[in-house]
T-cell receptor, first 116, second 111 residues
Framework: NAGVMQNPRHLVRRRGQEARLRCSPM?????VYWYRQLPEEGLKFMVY????????ESGMPKERFSAEFPKEGPSILRIQQVVRGDSAAYFC??????????????FGNGTRLTVT | SQQGEEDPQALSIQEGENATMNCSYK?????LQWYRQNSGRGLVHLIL?????REKHSGRLRVTLDTSKKSSSLLITASRAADTASYFC???????????FGSGTRLQVQP
């Protein structure tokens, strides 16, 4: 049973380019979460999605950032017109659905974005 | 802010010793969870304690929760060099499904 798969593992973009980060949740999981981590810091929540719906995007910047979780295919976190401050590790996590509480998150190994 | 805060930020101990990490939070929770992160990897879930529980054990891990003080502790007994990692507490707050993570404790276990 594959875990949460994120790709690419490393992504280098020049300022002004677009970054697309992909996340395939664990089999049977319909809830996806995106977090951002700066070096030596904790994870900062960005967005929580269920299939085809954004449930909570309170941690995601209003401009340049967007996320989707289509009916078919992986969840995508898109960052347009990247700036150096976007350099970070972006982690995706998934959990079982139906609004269940007390359900731990399963994390991928992250995508490390470097903006040059 | 709901964010949990771990204490200490860094901890260095000898193999065989116990390691204790603390976490504080600010608003009411459904549960509190502890995660481990090895360098360059994702987080791995260790243990979950519900708001109506006071203590929980899993192998060499012991977690306590004091909701009156809004704090939790993680105890790792008989530590091993392989326990070297960063440890994060995460809280699921009432009315909000997404977890809020603290800034972590970096544990170094010397062989």
């Amino acid at each position: 049973n594959a875990g949460v798969m994120q790709n690419p593992r490393h992504l280098v973009r020049r300022r002004g380019q677009e970054a697309r980060l992909r996340c395939s949740p664990m089999k049977g999981h319909s809830h996806v979460y995106w977090y951002r981590q700066l070096p030596e810091e904790g994870l900062k929540f960005m967005v929580y999605l269920q299939k085809e719906n954004i449930i909570d995007e309170s941690g995601m910047p209003k401009e340049r950032f967007s996320a989707e979780f289509p009916k078919e295919g992986p969840s995508i976190l898109r960052i347009q017109q990247v700036v150096r401050g976007d350099s970070a590790a972006y982690f995706c996590a998934s959990s079982r659905g139906t609004g269940e509480t007390d359900s731990p998150l399963h994390f991928g190994n992250g995508t490390r974005l470097t903006v040059t | 802010s709901q964010q949990g805060e771990e204490d200490p930020q860094a901890l260095s101990i000898q193999e065989g010793e116990n390691a204790t990490m603390n976490c504080s939070y600010k608003t009411s929770i459904n549960n509190l969870q502890w995660y481990r992160q090895n360098s360059g990897r994702g987080l791995v879930h260790l243990i979950l304690i519900r708001s109506n529980e006071r203590e929980k054990h899993s192998g060499r891990l012991r977690v306590t929760l004091d909701t009156s003080k809004k704090s939790s502790s993680l105890l790792i007994t008989a530590s091993r060099a392989a326990d070297t990692a960063s440890y994060f507490c995460a809280t699921e707050h009432t009315g909000r499904r997404a977890l809020t993570f603290g800034s972590g404790t970096r544990l170094q276990v010397q062989p």
